[in-house]
Structures are given as structure tokens and as C-alpha cells.
């Protein structure tokens, strides 16, 4: 990934300037980019309920910049420390599976302390849950499955990727016990 600052300049029919500055970072170009690799939970097939995967970590540097990148099999919520990375809902958001996987990267720089949690909870989403007018479940994958990395950036230059792996803990007795399209969601406060 690489960032590039860019300025845009645009006159006007009166010869009126405006001007932006501002910048933009390439994402994960390829598959083989991805240190991370796909989790996923225990639940038989049938079941209904979201996991709950959860990574504990510890800082002993500042840290510069530090960027979540994530996607699933169904559709997810990040956390980190408690609090939601970003504000998207359901994502990441419909595709066709069998062909492509949208993910979405997160700036959780100020989001990091000495001690962090990070945590997301995956439910059935268009991949497992029930799906089209005929309200199939299952369509393009079997369970939910997570794939993620927190890429940290220290001050001294230094970096360290925290991805998805058998390191994870996962939990099927998280708060969401039912997530579905069309029957809505059964939370356990």
C-alpha cells in the first residue's frame, strides 16, 4: 500500500480557482498481499447464531499509523477496544462470491492503546443467511469465515501485522444470537 498526495485545481466558466488538497492510499492489490487467512467457527451448518472472534494484544511502542483491513463470509461488525471501526452496516456489502470479495480498510490509529481487543462479530449476511424471494440459506458459503490484518506502522519505523489466524479466539456465545435479513435479530444485552 502506498499513499499519494494529490491537488486538484478547477477554474470556472469566469476564471474563478478552486482547489483541494488531500490524499489517497492504495489497498491490498492482490490476494498474495493478504498475511491473514481465513477463520471461521464450529457451529453446525444449521445454526443460526453469530461468532464472535476475538484477538487480545499489547503495545510497547507509539504507534505512527495503523489500518484494519477486513472482509467476510456474511457480513461483519469490527471492534476494537469496544468501539465500531468505521460506519458501515452489513458489509461488506453484496457481491457475487464465487468471483469477487469486496473488503474495507479502517484508520484505527487513535483507536490503539498500550492493551487492545479486537473483536468482530459475523452474521449469516447474503453468503449464509437466507437469501432471495425463496429464502434460501447456504447460497455461496457453508458458515461465516473472517479474514483480517491490523497493520501497525510503530514511530521508529518499525511495523507488525496482526492477521486472522488459529491464534483467534472464537466464541458462539456472543450477544447476537440470531441475525437474519428477514426475521431481523434476536440480541442478548
Known amino acids: 500500500m502506498t499513499v499519494y498526495q494529490v491537488q486538484v485545481s478547477v477554474w470556472d466558466n469566469y476564471g474563478e480557482l478552486g482547489q483541494v488538497t488531500g490524499n489517497f492510499e492504495t489497498g491490498l492489490m492482490r490476494e498474495e498481499n493478504w498475511n491473514a487467512k481465513w477463520i471461521t467457527h464450529t457451529l453446525p451448518a444449521e445454526e443460526t447464531a453469530c461468532p464472535v472472534f476475538v484477538r487480545s494484544f499489547s503495545l510497547d511502542r507509539p504507534v505512527k499509523r495503523a489500518r484494519l483491513y477486513a472482509t467476510a463470509c456474511g457480513v461483519y461488525e469490527a471492534f476494537i477496544n469496544g468501539r465500531k471501526t468505521g460506519d458501515l452496516f452489513l458489509a461488506p456489502g453484496w ?27 459475523v452474521g449469516g449476511g447474503w453468503a449464509v443467511g437466507s437469501f432471495t424471494y425463496k429464502r434460501r440459506n447456504r447460497v455461496y458459503a457453508k458458515r461465516q469465515a473472517l479474514l483480517g490484518e491490523l497493520r501497525i506502522l510503530y514511530t521508529d519505523g518499525t511495523g507488525e501485522t496482526i492477521g486472522t489466524n488459529e491464534e483467534w479466539e472464537v466464541t458462539e456465545e456472543g450477544n447476537y444470537k440470531e441475525t437474519e435479513f428477514y426475521n431481523g435479530e434476536v440480541y442478548d444485552a
Open 95 to 121: 457481491t457475487s462470491y464465487h468471483h469477487r470479495l469486496q473488503y474495507q480498510t479502517y484508520d484505527v490509529t487513535d483507536m490503539l492503546n498500550d492493551r487492545n481487543e479486537l473483536l468482530a462479530v
